[in-house]
């Protein structure tokens, strides 16, 4: 069964620092692997996908992240952090559209909480 | 442009009732979903639809919840006598349909409280 696992309820980084939000996945087959983004009080919004290529993905507002196939993971980076990107991350990976069952939903993480301080 | 489109927002109700949450997936996707997001449980697959498909219902957490989707568009999402546990922010998604690698497009959300 496809997993996702976010090892940090929150991460603290002070304004202009480099951040980085852990993710860990497990799957059978190819991943494909997301991150979204949460502020207070509203929807999920995309951030970036690995789906193929370049280990290196780079997405919206100065977020990247980088797929390890060694280590299963796909941690999100910044270098340099704002205070407003606080907010709550989540990692998804995407399970299969092919096969009995299979429905292509985003199995998501627990979340991490980014505290991003003056 | 138009993204997903969720109502309404808010909606608080009293136990026993029932309630009727409705998402405008973004034109031409075929695929959408439904997610709940409750305090401290994360964010929970309910149902799938994609086209004229059967939908993937194995993610309703009881018989009380039911969804439907007209016409390959719209979606209802019904949740019928309702309890105070199913208080959390109902999140319909869409995607354009076949490939793994397509992105799901997240609506704002139906904020429900049941008193």
């Known amino acids: 069964a496809q997993s996702v696992a976010q090892p940090e309820d929150q991460v603290n980084v002070a304004e202009g620092n480099p951040l980085t939000v852990k993710c860990t996945y497990s799957v059978s087959g190819n991943p494909y692997l997301f991150w979204y983004v949460q502020y207070p009080n509203r929807g999920l919004q995309f951030l970036l996908k690995y789906i193929t290529g370049d280990n290196l993905v780079k997405g919206s507002y100065g977020f990247e992240a980088e797929f390890n196939k060694s280590q299963t993971s796909f941690h999100l980076k910044k270098p340099s952090a704002l205070v407003s990107d606080s907010a709550l991350y989540f990692c998804?990976?995407?399970?299969?559209?092919?096969?009995?069952?299979?429905?292509?939903?985003?199995?998501f993480g627990q979340g991490t909480t980014l505290q991003v301080k003056p | 442009g138009a993204g997903v489109s969720q109502s309404p927002s808010n909606k608080v109700t009293e136990k026993g009732k029932d309630v009727e949450l409705r998402c405008d997936p973004i034109?031409?996707?075929?695929?959408l979903y439904w997610y709940r997001q409750s305090l401290g449980q994360g964010l929970e697959f309910l149902i799938y639809?994609?086209?004229?498909?059967?939908?993937?219902k194995s993610g309703l957490p009881s018989d009380r919840f039911s969804a439907e989707r007209t016409g390959g568009s719209v979606s209802t999402l019904t949740i019928q006598r309702t309890q105070q546990e199913d208080s959390a922010v109902y999140l319909c998604?869409?995607?354009?349909?076949?490939?793994?690698?397509?992105?799901?497009?997240f609506g704002e959300g139906s904020w429900l409280t049941v008193v």
């Open positions: 998604a869409s995607s354009p349909g076949q490939s793994s690698g397509n992105t799901i497009y």
């Open positions: 034109s031409g996707h075929t695929a």
């Open positions: 639809f994609q086209g004229n498909s059967a939908p993937d």
């Open positions: 998804a990976v995407r399970d299969g559209l092919h096969g009995s069952g299979n429905t292509g939903k985003l199995i």
